[in-house]
């Protein structure tokens, strides 16, 4: 599988919530990740107690070429705050040094802010997708901002074409649902998902939507309603991307349950051997251009296993 979300470094507000670039190498190759995107934190403020800026990433990754991949991460409030400011030399940059995307973008801005906007439009330039994490409201968290029904992203999704976002987090996902009630936006909503939710509707909609399965908003989103999640993954089975959101070194299968999650679904036939190998690694290929035939040659078990 090649694992679209992971992180390392300090990432919650206890001194010992890490995770080395040797212990995420180590749960993959448990787990049977051949590749993981690492994405930083710290670049935006709300993370500034968080130990894990894109420099510090870009040197981890590059410390294990054969299985980390960076992503970069850029404030859309970087240089002048302003939203004209121009990033292009500094996304050049990245990309030149291994970055494959953008994330997880969390200012706790509004998701159309026009700082946003001017970021996303040179992403797409840039052919970056955008990894976010999404909160119900202003204040309070991290994590760009939209209300029920996702309009702003909408927006974003509709003026922006040639930029590829990638969903993921809490409030995205609870508007799986038509029902979504504004309370549940925060958290975990169970029971049956209703048909008129935003997600669906924006998927089948924007072809620069895209989503990743990873932590417990995406693990709860699929799993609240099996029979709607499983035609969901069905459906949706050419733009959703394996991701574990993996962040802290005590954490074990159990604590990432789409990793088993993945496995059973194939095991029960829930998802064909196709449409499994799309979601669990040739979506990301693609979207990220990752070529792994060369590993492959040399011999790298791991992506033998993915490549047969
Ligand atoms: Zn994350």
Not at 214 to 222: E, K, V
Not at 286 to 296: E, I
Request: proline letters at 8%.
């Amino acid at each position: 599988m090649i694992d679209v979300h992971a992180h390392i470094g300090r990432c919650g507000k206890r001194r010992g919530d890490t995770l080395s670039a040797e212990q995420l190498v180590e749960k993959m190759k448990a787990w049977g990740i051949a590749r993981a995107c690492v994405l930083p934190l710290h670049d935006n403020p709300e993370g500034w107690y968080l130990g894990n800026t894109t420099e510090e990433v870009i040197a981890a990754c590059e410390r294990f070429p054969d299985r980390l991949i960076p992503f970069c991460l850029i404030d859309p409030r970087f240089g002048d705050n302003s939203p004209t400011s121009d990033f292009r030399d500094l996304l050049a940059e990245y990309k030149e040094r291994g970055c494959n995307g953008i994330g997880e973008f969390l200012p706790n801005l509004l998701f159309d802010d026009p700082r946003c906007l001017n970021l996303y439009a040179q992403a797409g330039e840039a052919s970056l997708p955008v990894l976010f994490d999404m909160m119900p409201q202003l204040g309070g968290m991290y994590g760009v901002v939209d209300e029920r029904g996702l309009p702003r992203l909408e927006r974003c999704l509709r003026e922006l074409p040639q930029t590829v976002f990638i969903g993921h987090g809490p409030a995205f996902w609870a508007d799986i649902s038509g029902d979504v009630m504004p309370e549940e936006r925060r958290g975990y909503p169970k029971g049956p998902v209703t048909p008129g939710g935003a997600v669906p509707r924006l998927m089948a909609a924007y072809p620069n939507l895209w989503a990743d399965l990873s932590a417990g908003s995406g693990h709860n989103a699929l799993t609240r309603d099996p029979a709607f999640g499983i035609e969901f993954l069905n459906r949706f089975q050419d733009k959703l991307l394996f991701g574990t959101d993996v962040l802290r070194h005590d954490q074990t299968e159990a604590d990432v349950p789409i990793v088993g999650l993945m496995r059973r679904l194939l095991a029960e036939g829930y998802l064909t051997p196709a449409a499994h190998a799309k979601i669990a690694r040739s979506n990301a290929m693609r979207l990220l251009g990752l070529d792994l035939t060369p590993a492959r040659e040399a011999g790298d078990p791991a992506v033998a296993q993915c490549l047969p």
